[in-house]
C-alpha cells in the first residue's frame, strides 16, 4: 500500500514499457505491494458491486489474478472533469488501483505525464496496436454542431475522435451523464449540438455509466465484469448496467419508512428534516431515478444526497437537466401560458371557469322556455 | 289514426342503458373519486403518521393500485361492450360526425345549446355531443391507464408489466408521465361538471328520465330511433 500518489507518471511509462502489460493483474498487484488480503477484499466488494452473489468472490478473484491487463484509453470531451475527480478521490485505494493502475491506462489527458505530439503518438499506438481489444472511457458530451467545431484536441474534432476511438474498441464506457445522454452541455438551448457517445457514435458497443459524477465502484466494477466474463454486463433500455441502474432509488432509500408511513420534510430545517423524515415533499427525485445511490453511496461509501438530507435531484436519468427540474418541485413547471404555472394552477383554472360557464348556461337555460321533444302542449 | 295520436301524447319506455353499460358506469365513478382522492394525497401527502412503523401512504397507495386495476378492468369491459353490445352501446355512437344524419343530430344539438335554437332535441342513446366528449374521455382514461402503470411498473425494472408498457419509455420520459398523469384528472373534473350538468339539464328539458336511465336502463322516448 505504498503508492497513493504518482501514479500519472506510471502511467505516462506505461505506454513505453509494453512488456508490463504481460502481468497479469493479480501479479502486478502483488509486484506493486497490494497485499493478498486487500486484493480479496476487493474482489469481495466488486462482487457485491455487481450484485452477484458472494460465491463469486473467489472465482473473480482467480479470473483477476489470471488475467492480462487490456490497454485502457480515457478520452475527455465537453466535460468538467468531474468523473476523472471522483475517479481519482476514490477513498479506497485499491479501488483507484485496479482502475488506474491496474489498467494498463495509456492515454487519459488529465493524469497522464506525456504531453502534445508525445500523448498523440501514444493514443495513436495504443488503438492501432490493440484495435478490438482496448477498453475507451469516455468522459463528457460531443459536440455535432457546424460539423463539430466547438471542441478538438490535438487539432481533431470531438468527433472525429470518438469515430475513431470508440468505433475501434471492444468496449466504450460512458461516464458520466454527459457522456452518456448529453448532460447539461445539451440541455436546451444546446449550443454546441451535443449529444451522447451513443449518438454520436451509434455504431460502437457503449456501456452508459450515468451519474454527475459517476460513482467511481460501479465503474471499477463494470470493468471487472468485462475482465472476468468477457463481456458487458447486462444493460437497460439506456444503455445502463443493471446491477447498478436497475432499481429505483425510491425503492432502495434508507428513508422509504418514512415515506411509506407519511412522515415528510415539510420545510427546510424543520423538525421531520431534522429526524430524517422523507424527502418527497421537498422535491426529490428518488422516486423517478434508477440508481443504486443508496447502497453504493459515494465517497468510501460514507454518504449520498439523500443521505446527507437532501433530495436527489434524478442526476443519472436521461431527462437530466431539462425535465427533471424545477429541484425542489414534484413536478415539472407547465410552459405555453404566459407565465410559468404549475399543472395544479392550471387545473383548477379550468375546473373554476368550466363550472362558472355551466352556472351562467344554467342561469339561462332555467329562463329559456323551450319546446319539448315532439309535445307542442308543454314547455320545458 | 288512433295509434298516432297516442304517439304524439305519450312517451314509450325503451331499454336504453343494459346491465354492463350501467355497472361500468358505477364502477367508473366509484374509480374516479377513489382514485383522485387518492391520487391527491399522494401528489399532497400531508405528515399524518406518528411513527415511521405507521403506514398511512402505503395504503393509499395500495388502494390508488387496487382501485386502478378496478378501473381498467371497468375500462376494458366496456370497450368489448363497444363491440357486442346494443346499437346505444356500440362504437358508432360515439362518432356522430361521420354520418349525415349524426351530423345533423350534433347541429341540433349544439344550436341548443348555445341558445340558437329553443327546440329540444329527442336523443334516444346518447346525446351527440355528449358522445363526442365520450370519445375524448376514453382517450384520457385509457393515456391515465398508462402513465400509471407505467409509473407503477417501475417498481421492478424488466418485469413483464414494464417491459410491456416499453413504449411508454420511450415516449415519455418518466416526469412527463407523471406530469401526464398528474394532469389529466383536471380535465376529467371539468368533464364531470360538465355531464352531471347537462344530464340534470336534459333531465328538466327532455322529461325522458335522463337521470334515473342510469340506474334503471329506461328512458321515455317519444320516437323510434328509425322513424
New interface residues.
Partial sequence: MSKQNGSATRNGKKHVSDESREYSVGEDLRQRGVSRRDFLKFCSAVTAALSLPVSFAPKVAEALDEIKRPPLVWLEFQDCAGNTEALLRAANPTAAEIVLDILSVDYHETIMAAAGHQAEAALDKSITDYKGKYICVVEGSIPMKDGGVYGCVGGKSFLDLARKVCGGAAATIAVGTCAAYGGIPAAVPNPTGAVSVKEAVPGATVINLPGCPVNADNLTATIVHYLVFGKIPAL??FGRP?FAY???IH?NCERR????????V?QWGDD?HRKG?CL??MGCKGP?T?HNCPSQRYNEKTGWPVGSGHGCV?CS???FWD??GPMYK???E?HGFGIEAM??K???G??V???AA?AV??A??AI????????T??E? | MTRTQVHEHCKLKRYIWELPVRWCHWINVFSIVTLTATGAFIAHPFSVAHSASDFAMGWVRFLHFAIGYLFTVSVVSRMIWLLIGNRYAGWREYFPMLTARGRAKLRDMFRYYLFMSHQVPETIGHNPLAATAYFLVFCIYIVMILTGFAMYAQHAPGGLMHRSLGFMYALFNTPTLHLLHHSLPWLLLGFVINHVYSAWLMDIKEHGAEISSIFSGYKFTLKKEDE
Avoid: C, W
Avoid at chain 1, 419508512?257 to 415528510?264: E, K, L, R, V
Fill in positions: 437497460d433500455a443493471l436497475g432499481k429505483r425503492d419508512p418514512h415515506f411509506d408511513a407519511g412522515q415528510y415539510e421531520g423524515f418527497y415533499k423517478l434508477f434524478g436519468e436521461p431527462a425535465s427533471m414534484r413536478l415539472p407547465v399543472a395544479d392550471i387545473g383548477i379550468l375546473a371557469g368550466t363550472a355551466f348556461h344554467g339561462i337555460m329559456n322556455k323551450d319546446r319539448e321533444p315532439g309535445d302542449t308543454r320545458g
